[in-house]
């Protein structure tokens, strides 16, 4: 790991600013990441800006009915949190899916939408990785791709997202609220959090230099089945080959995103109108831009085989 500098903010908008104002400058809140990036020497900050005392760990209702996260609830205090588990209970379900008991006691809300992904090639320094050194290739187009990206992909990058609780947010509708450097703060649907990797597979989401997360707003309740299924090569601690978070109303409406096979949480709002058809309709058009190698075709019809479950079980 390399020497860097430290700081604890004492407000949000001097930690935006120093952020902006600092060259190499990072967040750093659980840590639960970044280190092990910093470990590896895959990110080298020059300065930590501790953001832990900043009070943004509260879980409060909105005027709107909905619920207001702060950035730093812990995974485990909001997978625990009642409302979240009356009335988003997609959420808990998949906060409950990813890593461990240890892991969900420090990793934070904004932490975990903006975690990295886990190609191996990202984490082989050795290795050629456009998303880790721009310009340099991409190892995991001839290389071992079992575990990445289907659709959403570039001949830049195949590297696939690897937050559960990003893609029940997506399938909740979330707004990331933000403030930026000069003060001002915007919300950001979280459909447009994520970058896809285009020629630009470095720069994963829309945070301006310095802009710093605050909250993530759920909106009012949707009601009806809420089902997050994960399938993965092994039965804890290990990412998602495909995860389904499901919301399925009583008509057969609903909302289904998926992750595990895109460098964003993937949801095709028209691909839901074909729930009443069935699990292969949805598939088709959720995934009809896909394009798998020979090692992760098979996440396609995983994709279509879990989602039947999902809705199967969420019509009993």
Not at 120 to 138: A, E, I, L, M
Not at 139 to 153: I, T
């Amino acid at each position: 790991m390399r020497a860097f500098s430290y700081e604890r903010a004492s407000t949000i908008e001097a930690a935006a600013k120093a952020a902006a104002g600092t060259d190499g400058a990072r967040f750093i809140a659980g840590g639960t990441n970044l280190l092990d990036l910093m470990k590896f020497e895959i990110e080298t900050p020059t300065h930590l800006i501790d953001v832990n005392r900043l009070g943004l760990d509260k879980i409060e209702s909105t005027p709107e009915g909905g619920l207001r996260i702060g950035a730093l609830v812990r995974n485990t205090d909001l997978a625990a949190d009642e409302r979240i588990r009356r009335d988003y209970a997609v959420l808990a379900r998949a906060l409950l899916a990813g890593a461990s008991g240890q892991l969900r006691n420090r990793a934070t809300t904004a932490g975990n939408l903006l975690q990295r992904t886990r190609c191996p090639y990202f984490y082989d320094t050795n290795q050629p990785c456009n998303k880790r050194q721009p310009g340099s290739g991409c190892a995991a187009l001839g290389g071992f791709s079992r575990q990445l990206a289907v659709v959403g992909v570039s001949d830049a990058c195949i590297a696939n997202h690897p937050s559960d609780m990003a893609v029940a947010m997506r399938a909740l509708d979330a707004i990331v609220e933000t403030v930026r450097s000069d003060g001002t703060t915007r919300s950001i649907p979280i459909a447009d959090l994520h970058r896809l990797p285009g020629d630009t597979p470095h720069i994963e989401h829309v945070l301006e230099r310095g802009e710093l997360i605050t909250a993530v707003v759920l909106p009012q309740p949707v009601g009806g089945k809420h089902i997050y299924r994960k399938v993965r090569d092994r039965a804890s601690y290990a990412f998602a080959l495909v995860s389904i978070a499901a919301v399925v109303l009583p008509d057969g409406a609903g909302r289904v995103a998926v992750g595990g096979v895109a460098p964003k949480p993937w949801r095709d709002e028209a691909a839901e109108r074909e729930l009443p058809n069935g699990a292969k309709a949805v598939t088709a058009r959720l995934l009809a831009n896909a394009r798998p190698t020979d090692q992760n075709a098979f996440k396609v019809a995983l994709v279509e085989r879990t989602l039947s479950a999902v809705l199967a079980e969420a019509r009993g």
